[in-house]
Nanobody
Framework: QVQLVESGGGLVQAGGSLRLSCVAS????????MGWFRQAPGKDREFVAA????????YYADSVKGRFTISRDNAKNTVYLQMSSLKPEDTAVYYC????????????????WGQGTQVTVSS
C-alpha cells in the first residue's frame, strides 16, 4: 500500500502561483511514477501532469503546459506541482496518484490516490 497526502491548496488570485505537495508513505516511493489530476465541480477528473520514477521524464496536459511544473524529491518521498499564471479555470480539487508501471495519463491506470486539495482561483 502507498498512502498519499496532498497539501498546499488554497485561494489565489488569477495570475498568482501555488505549489502543491504530495507526501508518500508505505512502499518505496522511488519505484512509482507519480501523477497529478484535477476535478472541477460537475466535470470528470482530468490529467494534469506526470513524472517518471527518476524525475527524468515529465508530461503535461496542453492546458497547463508552460504554466505548471511537476517535480519530485525521492529523498523526501514528495512530488510537487508548481502552478504559475493561474486562471479561474484551474479551480478544482487536485489529486496526486501513484503508479508502478509506465507513466500513464489515464486515471484508471493509477494504483493509489490521495484525498485531494482544493485550489480556487479568483478572477
Amino acid at each position: 500500500q502507498v498512502q498519499l497526502v496532498e497539501s498546499g491548496g488554497g485561494l489565489v488570485q488569477a495570475g498568482g502561483s501555488l505549489r502543491l505537495s504530495c507526501v508518500a508513505s508505505g512502499r518505496t516511493f522511488s519505484n512509482y511514477a507519480m501523477g497529478w489530476f484535477r476535478q472541477a465541480p460537475g466535470k470528470d477528473r482530468e490529467f494534469v501532469a506526470a513524472i517518471s520514477w527518476s524525475g527524468g521524464n515529465t508530461y503535461y496536459a496542453d492546458s497547463v503546459k508552460g504554466r505548471f511544473t511537476i517535480s519530485r524529491d525521492n529523498a523526501k518521498n514528495t512530488v510537487y506541482l508548481q502552478m504559475s499564471s493561474l486562471k479561474p479555470e484551474d479551480t478544482a480539487v487536485y489529486y496526486c496518484a501513484a503508479v508502478l508501471t509506465g507513466i500513464p495519463s489515464s486515471q484508471y491506470d493509477y494504483d493509489y490516490w490521495g484525498q485531494g486539495t482544493q485550489v480556487t482561483v479568483s478572477s
